[in-house]
């Protein structure tokens, strides 16, 4: 009869329980752009999914496009005369 699975850890680990590791498991991905980010707790309260994140960075990079651009068509330069 097999044992019952527990969802407790065991109180100690050897080496040959965890399996054969794998070198560059996830060097693809990383290769591929994966990036991972930290923020903090405040603000993952305010956007609590990768989406939201990304919905924000890309409206904060659209306002700060505009306002360049907007910027940059009111310099007006002064030629000799």
């Known amino acids: 009869m097999k044992k019952a699975k527990s969802d407790e850890m065991r109180p100690e680990y ?3 329980d965890l399996g054969a590791g794998v070198r560059g498991k996830h060097l693809k991905s990383y290769r591929a752009g994966t ?6 707790p405040d603000i993952s309260k305010v956007f609590p999914t990768d989406e939201a994140v990304n919905d924000a ?17 009111t310099i007006r330069v002064k030629t000799g005369g």
């Open 14 to 16: 050897r080496r040959e």
């Open 35 to 40: 990036n991972l980010a930290l923020i903090s």
């Open 57 to 73: 960075l890309r409206s904060l990079i659209e306002v700060a496009q505009k306002s360049v651009s907007s910027k940059r068509s």
